[in-house]
């Protein structure tokens, strides 16, 4: 009786479409629930995560191209102003998941394809760069608006894939960034300061290795569910108080969690430390991130995705707080391992959050890329704004407190949040 019902329905659906109009199936119910496993879903999960690694995993190496413009290509600038290029880049990249986000719900997974092409490309530019606008224009703008056409794509097949173990799976997927994040600082760091191949070469050596990475995630990447043919936006989410609160939560968090990522490297050579050793740091909060998106990633399946998500904002605005005290190398090292496993759950933690807000999954993409893409304009104005402060105060002490901060208020409104669902503040979601 099922299969027939399954079979009937099937049928009504391909004359709907064979007479020009728009699919019957609208009911989420009427959808076949996701696998939650098997060899597609794991292919697809495994391509995302190679995706994040060469996107998101190279963004997460800024601080060492900061470090080494300030003391060669762009040596007369300032902090802040050379914070801009990542914090654009940054910026873009959360932005055009916006539109990439929609676009996949419509179009499905080829959407990452002209992506993946552009995103080498830019890196090759990247290379060639001697002048501010130039890097400005390369790996600000050009590499930033590419990456959200690659990643928030990945992160909406994954889901169309996941239910259950949703949290889990995206959580190994953006845990690529913090491999990325720990491979591309050493490499780049030791390639710049520890040989005399040139920063050209050292930024097209990492382009070629991520060619083979992204070409795998073209090939495996693909939508499991009929592509939504209703308004591009779903404008009705900010008539949702859940979806409003998570993205000023999300918005409050981005303006201090990137600060470490950015500044770590600047603030260990103030320190003495010697400036390989400093672009280190930036490898090892990377890899604590991995932790810190995997483990919370599995317990958000089974406490809650809103409560993890609030928890990773307490937990970082605290260890913020902390950072200028942290004087000796030892400490740093350790400083760096909990404030990479507490940032961790941000990212990770933000995009499950946002998938509480619809019942269908056809429609993920757009409500993670319009909540990420509105959340990014604090990425653009955090670090050049704490870079003004270092500027302007000579220490970190002022941005450590703004930093951590901003957090903390995001982890409050991400506990607000749970008072517009069924279960309230205290419930498990």
């Known amino acids: 009786m099922v299969t027939t019902e399954r079979e009937s329905r099937e049928h009504g659906s391909i004359i709907a479409v064979e007479l020009g ?16 496993g098997g060899i597609q879903a794991w292919l697809v999960a495994i391509g995302g995560c190679c995706v994040f690694f060469s996107a998101l995993g190279f963004a997460n190496a800024f601080g ?9 290509q762009l040596s007369g600038q300032s902090p802040d102003k050379v914070a801009w290029i990542g914090s654009v880049a940054v910026f873009l990249q959360l932005l055009s998941g916006s539109i990439g986000g929609p676009l996949f719900d419509r179009y499905g997974a080829w959407v990452i394809r002209p ?29 930033g608006s590419v990456m959200g056409f690659l990643q928030f794509p990945a992160m909406a097949a994954v889901s169309q894939f996941f239910n259950k173990k949703r949290a889990a799976a995206l959580g190994l997927v953006i845990a690529g960034s913090s491999l990325g994040g720990v491979v591309m600082p050493i490499a780049l760091s030791k390639m710049l300061n520890g040989t005399s191949i040139g920063f050209g070469w050292s930024v097209r050596i990492i382009g070629f ?33 859940r979806f409003v609160l998570l993205t000023l939560s999300l918005f409050f968090m981005l303006l201090g969690a990137f600060t470490p990522l950015f500044y770590i490297p600047t603030y260990a050579v103030s320190k003495g430390v010697d400036a390989t050793f400093a672009s280190y740091l930036l490898a090892i909060i990377n890899a604590a991130s991995t932790f810190g998106r995997v483990i919370p990633g599995v317990l958000a399946d089974k406490f809650g995705r809103l409560n993890i998500f609030a928890f990773g904002g307490f937990f970082s605005g605290i260890v913020i707080f902390c ?33 509480e807000c619809t019942k269908d999954p056809r429609d993920l993409g757009t409500y993670i890329g319009m909540g990420m893409g509105l959340s990014a304009f604090a990425a653009l104005i955090g670090p050049p704004v704490n ?29 607000v949040t749970k008072a517009t669902t069924p279960k309230g503040v205290l419930g498990r979601i």
């Open 21 to 36: 109009q728009e699919k019957a199936m609208t009911d989420p119910a009427d959808l076949e629930d996701a696998p939650d």
């Open 387 to 415: 870079g003004i402060l270092i500027t302007r105060y000579g220490g970190f002490w002022e941005v450590s407190i703004f930093s951590g901060v901003m957090v903390l208020v995001g982890g409050v409104l991400a506990l």
């Open 323 to 355: 950072w200028s005290k942290v004087e000796t190398t030892a400490a740093l090292v350790v400083y760096s391992i909990a404030i990479g496993f507490a940032t961790g759950t941000i990212i990770s933690g933000g995009s499950v959050a946002f998938t």
């Open 209 to 241: 290795i991520l060619i083979p990475l992204l070409c795998f995630s073209c090939l495996v990447i693909t939508s499991r569910l009929p592509q939504r043919t209703t308004t591009f936006f779903i404008w009705k989410a900010f008539e949702e108080p």
């Open 115 to 143: 992506a993946a092409v552009l995103y080498v490309f830019a890196i090759m530019m990247t290379s060639l760069c001697e002048e501010y606008w130039q890097f400005m224009l390369a790996q600000g703008v050009l590499m």
């Open 64 to 72: 060492v191209f900061e470090e080494y413009y300030l003391t060669h």
